[in-house]
């Protein structure tokens, strides 16, 4: 079964510093997406960044990048410079083709980051 | 940004009352989800819908629940009987027909429900 892990449920940083947030998954699938979504306290998710399994080249967006380690299961987030703004929950998510030929989003357990002034 | 519309807000309900939570996706999308998150913890999947039925189910949609797409619009979640531990945030989510440059789930803005 696919499975995504968040392992760490809370990181701080100091403004303008950089952070990395860890995900790793289980998959048997070849082609996959990943995702980084952003929950702030409205609750609204919002993606972050995505990573399409058979793209070698790391997505970044801005200040947002990835290191994605295909073989090694590993997603990580790199926030640099970080913002006040960019405290919120980030979870990260997998999405599967379903046996109905659909898709399927499967989420972490998210990590709630704090940034300090 | 065109966006995902959650109504309502907010639900209070008491325990056995039936509540349906209502969804307008983005209108050119053809896959539609449901999303729950008790508060603090991970966000998890109810059920997926495309081409006017349920492509998937999680095991926490039970006979309880159920989702519609009555006229073409709205896309609902009803939970028949609601029980103390279905308090949560509901989100609904949509997305394309499947746009490489573009893949990505539409989040609404949630509705909180809170079962007495």
């Known amino acids: 079964a696919q499975t995504v892990t968040q392992s760490q449920p809370e990181m701080s940083v100091q403004e303008a510093e950089t952070v990395t947030l860890s995900c790793t998954y289980d998959?048997?699938?070849?082609?996959?997406?990943l995702f980084w979504y952003k929950q702030p306290p409205s609750r609204q998710m919002i993606l972050v960044i995505r990573?399409?399994?058979?793209?070698?080249q790391n997505a970044t967006e801005n200040r947002f990048s990835v290191n994605f380690q295909k073989a090694a299961k590993s997603f990580s987030l790199k926030i640099s410079d970080s913002q006040l703004g960019d405290a919120a929950m980030y979870f990260c998510?997998?999405?599967?083709?379903?046996?109905?030929?659909?898709?399927?989003?499967?989420f972490g357990t998210g990590t709630r980051l704090k940034v300090l002034a | 940004e065109p966006e995902v519309t959650q109504t309502p807000s907010h639900q209070v309900t008491q325990m056995g009352q039936e509540v349906i939570l209502r969804c307008v996706p983005i209108?050119?999308?053809?896959?539609f989800y449901w999303y729950r998150q008790i508060l603090g913890q991970k966000v998890e999947f109810l059920v997926s819908f495309y081409n006017n039925e349920i492509s998937e189910k999680s095991e926490i949609f039970d006979d309880q629940f159920s989702v519609e797409r009555p006229d073409g619009s709205n896309f609902t979640l009803k939970i028949r009987s609601t029980k103390l531990e279905d308090s949560a945030m509901y989100f609904c989510?949509?997305?394309?027909?499947?746009?490489?440059?573009?893949?990505?789930?539409?989040f609404g803005s949630g509705t909180q429900l809170s079962v007495l």
């Open positions: 989510a949509s997305r394309e027909l499947f746009d490489s440059n573009n893949e990505k789930l539409f």
């Open positions: 990573q399409e399994a058979y793209k070698q």
């Open positions: 998959t048997s699938e070849s082609d996959y997406y």
């Open positions: 209108s050119n999308h053809l896959y």
């Open positions: 998510a997998y999405r599967r083709q379903t046996t109905s030929g659909t898709y399927k989003y499967i």
